[in-house]
């Protein structure tokens, strides 16, 4: 009986599995002594208090503090405490025929005992508890051959009563508490699914959810929606000369630039590699466009801190959002057209899908 202890789920560190035993010290004092008081009452019962009170006070008043010292002074704490975990185990199954096989002690110990085997989380602890349990109430009926007092009375009942309470009230909080950490956990998960580590721009799959839901409602609502595709111009040579560290930290930047240059509104991600994309709901081409300058002239002021020589540029394409864009891919093919125009004439500029728009008359897409 340990009082329902905190699961040791496997990856938590190694200091913390060291640390184990301290966690369980305090709840097998408060387990064992409230089994110390149970037993007792059936001690009690069934008059064996002067011939087994010593015994019980060891095995459960003092084996706390022995099985503390045991994992404390170890080599390999977290096992010593597993082994301790065990041996709470056969302390119970010795006190089964000790109480003469009183029902309800014996099962409540038993099971409260084994459940705690599934509270640490540490896999089969309490299958493999069980055979020391079972072997040592086989042992002290075998040596003993107590006469069986199966019912309990008014005092062992109780005495097991706060027991079987607080035992139930401390799993309900460890519940809650692992319950409340999950799902805290899952949503930090969640966030950090969305979210392109090296840019913190949303990640591919969580931006092409938000350009979806961006393409439906221009479709429903016939209001004008913009998406940009950019693209670092050159960006092989970069990582060819000045290797893959520079590399990245010219994506980082132009992920911070490309940030800084949307609204607050607009959804920008990174696509993929040196491809960036933005949707911009609710946006006029002027809008649009003035976005799409922002960036380009933005990425093209950039200077790494480590090469304040290498100058980046950025070619942009640019597709508003039509009837004719069944599918999210197909607007993503025009945005690509118009970048693929913008390489092709020649870089470092801004273009719809019919035209170049940087510097020059806006052309319109339909
Ligand atoms: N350092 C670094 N390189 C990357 C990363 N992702 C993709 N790349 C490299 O970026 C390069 C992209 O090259 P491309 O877009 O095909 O061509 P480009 O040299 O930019 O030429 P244009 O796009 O035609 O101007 C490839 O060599 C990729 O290996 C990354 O996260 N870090």
Same mark, same amino acid.
């Given at each position: 009986m340990t009082a329902a202890p905190q699961p040791a789920p496997k990856h938590?560190?190694?200091?913390?599995?060291?640390?184990?035993?301290?966690s369980i010290y305090p709840l097998r004092i408060l387990g064992m002594g409230l089994g110390l008081w149970v037993i007792c009452s059936v001690l009690i019962q069934t008059g064996d208090l002067a011939r087994f009170g010593w015994l019980a006070l060891v095995t459960l008043g003092l084996w706390p503090h022995l099985a503390y010292l045991h994992a404390r002074t170890s080599r390999n704490p977290y096992?010593?405490?597993?082994?301790?975990?065990? %041996?709470?185990?056969? %302390?119970?199954?010795?006190?089964?025929?000790?109480m003469h096989f009183n029902l309800l002690p014996s099962v409540v110990l038993a099971v409260?005992?084994?459940h705690d085997k599934f509270g640490t989380g540490i896999k089969r602890l309490w299958?493999?508890?069980?055979?020391?349990?079972?072997?040592?109430?086989?042992?002290g009926t075998l040596v003993l051959r107590p006469e069986p007092v199966l019912a309990s009375s008014l005092s062992v009942i109780i005495a097991t009563l706060p027991v079987i309470v607080l035992h139930s009230l401390a799993v309900s909080f460890t519940s809650y508490?692992?319950?409340?950490?999950?799902?805290?956990?899952?949503?930090?998960?969640?966030?950090?699914?969305?979210?392109?580590?090296?840019?913190?721009l949303f990640a591919r799959a969580h931006w092409q959810e938000q350009a979806q839901a961006v393409l439906e409602g221009a479709r429903r609502s016939d209001r004008p929606a913009w998406l940009l595709m950019i693209d670092i111009d050159h960006f092989k040579p970069i990582n060819d000369v000045h290797g893959h560290t520079v590399g990245d930290e010219a994506i980082r930047v132009v992920g911070e630039v490309i940030r800084?240059?949307?609204?607050?509104?607009?959804?920008?991600?990174?696509y993929g590699g040196d491809e960036f994309a933005v949707v911009c709901a609710?946006?006029?081409?002027?809008?649009?466009?003035?976005?799409?300058?922002?960036?380009?002239?933005?990425?093209?002021?950039?200077r790494l801190a480590e090469l304040p020589?290498?100058?980046?540029?950025?070619? %942009?394409?640019?597709?508003r959002a039509s009837h004719s864009h069944m599918t999210l891919r197909d607007w993503l093919n025009a945005a690509d057209a118009a970048l693929y125009r913008a390489k092709h004439e020649g870089r470092n500029q801004v273009a719809s899908v019919f035209g170049a728009l940087d510097g020059g008359e806006l052309q319109r897409p339909y």
């Open positions: 938590r560190s190694a200091s913390a599995r060291a640390n184990t035993y301290r096992r010593a405490e597993v082994r301790n975990l065990l %041996i709470d185990s056969a %302390i119970v199954g010795l006190w089964i025929p000790l409260i005992t084994t299958l493999y508890s069980l055979p020391g349990m079972a072997g040592m109430a086989l042992l508490r692992l319950i409340r950490t999950v799902a805290r956990q899952n949503k930090e998960l969640k966030a950090l699914r969305q979210r392109d580590a090296q840019t913190g800084e240059s949307v609204r607050d509104r607009d959804c920008a991600g990174r609710d946006t006029d081409e002027a809008h649009a466009h003035a976005i799409a300058q922002r960036i380009r002239e933005r990425i093209e002021a950039l020589e290498l100058r980046l540029t950025s070619s %942009i394409g640019m597709a």
